[in-house]
């Protein structure tokens, strides 16, 4: 009963982590997309907007959706009223962060033995994964305090190598997939941290001012700005990093850390097209990079063709057999598996040779069988490999 009411409580949990991070992600591109968009106003003969009631603006955009023309007025830092009711965005962060951890719980944490064990043992593992999640944000938010985040392409080039950094120990540490999901959860972290340690008091700031109808300090909106600013470059890389968990051969990899690396650069730099088109800037050299980023990557992995002795299914039907079957079966006996994962049933040679592929990319990498549980010696590893490789 409690592995079905886990799955249950697993499922919900990623409906809702999807629903969060899509309102989220949703709401930061469209306001990064207003505020890049923003077109200053013609303006009258006394330099000002005549705007009437709305007093003085910075720029406006329009847009049609739905049926029906928009108009945003962005406006500076003052205004004349507190106007009601003002609207806020954050449940969409908190959430999404919550849901992010109570997955990272049922899933890897509450399950470590089959999901973070490896090179460490459960406990420790547990440990590196947890701890990642506090140094992540205690560097990034020192590294905020420096001089050198008043230089954005110097502070993102440190980031960069610091997340790469921290993507290769961890994979030094961890299963691929469980290095790949933590520091997608790092990077996660820092941006909901951003939301409620330095956005949204700014803002709280800035908006208690105009309520006494005091002008606000400059530096609060310029602080929460530059941290949306950084959000906006770690959506895309994070991204991946979710999604990445259905493509085995990308973390499963013997160098996943790398292909993290060089597929987040590519996702920054995707990010940075979609920045500098909308602020008019040209950004074509940006497309270019991207483009050629991506195909070297498609390049660089291509899988090499199988040499050496073939293997019959023979030999490799009593491994699967004991390694493998007691959870891809169409009832597993493993302890924790209602149902064969993925719908994976591997009961005969039919059924294998299609999922070929995939089974080399898990077992080479040590993906399966899951957290060894059926303890698999490296001599059958290395057979049921060759098996899979062969076209
Ligand atoms: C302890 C249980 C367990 C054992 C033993 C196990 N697996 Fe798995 N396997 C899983 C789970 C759980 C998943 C689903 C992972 C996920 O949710 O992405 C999976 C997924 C897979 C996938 C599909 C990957 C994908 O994304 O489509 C392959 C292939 C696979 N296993 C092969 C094997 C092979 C080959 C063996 C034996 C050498 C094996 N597994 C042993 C639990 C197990």
């Given at each position: 009963?409690?592995?079905?009411?886990?799955?249950?409580?697993?499922?919900?949990?990623?409906?809702?982590?999807?629903?969060?991070?899509?309102?989220?992600?949703?709401?930061?591109?469209?306001?990064?997309?207003l505020n890049n968009n923003v077109r200053p106003v013609a303006r009258g003969p006394d330099g000002k907007v005549a705007l009437g009631p709305e007093g003085e603006i910075v720029g406006d955009v329009w847009s049609v959706h739905g049926g029906?023309?928009?108009?945003?007025?962005?406006?500076?830092?003052?205004?004349?009223?507190?106007?009601?009711?003002l609207h806020w965005f954050y449940w969409e962060a908190y959430t999404t962060w919550l849901s992010g951890v109570g997955l990272l719980l049922v899933v890897y944490w509450l399950n470590a033995s089959a999901w973070m064990a490896g090179p460490l043992a459960?406990?420790?593992?547990?440990?590196?994964?947890?701890?990642?999640?506090?140094?992540?944000?205690?560097?990034?938010?020192?590294?905020?305090?420096?001089?050198?985040?008043?230089?954005?392409?110097?502070?993102?080039?440190?980031?960069?190598?610091?997340?790469?950094?921290a993507a290769w120990g961890l994979f030094q540490l961890l299963p691929g997939r469980a290095a790949y999901m933590h520091v997608g959860a790092?990077?996660?972290?820092?941006?909901?941290?951003?939301?409620?340690?330095?956005?949204?008091?700014?803002?709280?700031?800035?908006?208690?001012?105009?309520?006494?109808?005091?002008?606000?300090?400059?530096?609060?909106?310029?602080?929460?700005?530059?941290?949306?600013?950084?959000?906006?470059?770690?959506?895309?890389?994070?991204?991946?990093?979710?999604?990445?968990?259905?493509?085995?051969?990308?973390?499963?990899?013997?160098?996943?850390?790398?292909?993290?690396?060089?597929?987040?650069?590519?996702?920054?730099?995707i990010r940075h097209v979609f920045n500098r088109k909308g602020q008019g800037k040209p950004y074509g050299a940006f497309v270019g990079l991207s483009v050629a980023g991506g195909v070297a990557i498609v390049i660089a992995m291509a899988p090499t063709p199988h040499t050496g002795p073939t293997?019959?299914?023979?030999?490799?039907?009593?491994?699967?057999?004991?390694?493998?079957?007691?959870?891809?079966?169409?009832?597993?006996?493993?302890?924790?598996?209602?149902?064969?994962?993925?719908?994976?049933?591997?009961?005969?040679?039919?059924?294998?040779?299609g999922a070929a592929a995939k089974i080399a990319t898990m077992v080479s990498s040590s993906a399966m069988p899951l957290g060894n549980l059926t303890g698999m010696t490296p001599e059958e590893r290395a057979l049921v490999v060759a098996w899979a490789q062969e076209p």
């Open positions: 009963m409690l592995p079905y009411l886990l799955d249950w409580a697993h499922l919900a949990l990623r409906w809702l982590h999807l629903i969060a991070g899509a309102a989220w992600i949703g709401a930061s591109f469209y306001f990064n997309w029906a023309f928009y108009r945003a007025l962005k406006k500076g830092y003052t205004i004349e009223k507190l106007p009601e009711p459960a406990g420790p593992a547990v440990g590196v994964g947890v701890g990642s999640l506090v140094a992540a944000w205690l560097v990034y938010d020192g590294l905020c305090r420096t001089p050198l985040v008043r230089r954005p392409a110097a502070f993102g080039v440190v980031m960069y190598a610091l997340l790469t950094a790092m990077m996660g972290t820092i941006m909901a941290a951003n939301v409620f340690f330095v956005i949204i008091p700014s803002q709280r700031k800035m908006v208690d001012a105009a309520a006494r109808g005091e002008a606000p300090d400059l530096a609060f909106g310029q602080a929460g700005g530059l941290r949306s600013l950084h959000n906006n470059y770690f959506t895309l890389p994070t991204l991946f990093v979710m999604v990445s968990n259905h493509f085995p051969f990308t973390y499963g990899n013997g160098r996943g850390w790398l292909v993290l690396a060089a597929v987040g650069a590519v996702g920054l730099c293997v019959a299914w023979a030999e490799v039907a009593p491994i699967v057999a004991s390694r493998c079957a007691p959870c891809h079966a169409t009832t597993p006996t493993q302890a924790g598996f209602v149902a064969p994962p993925l719908g994976l049933v591997l009961d005969g040679e039919a059924k294998a040779r």
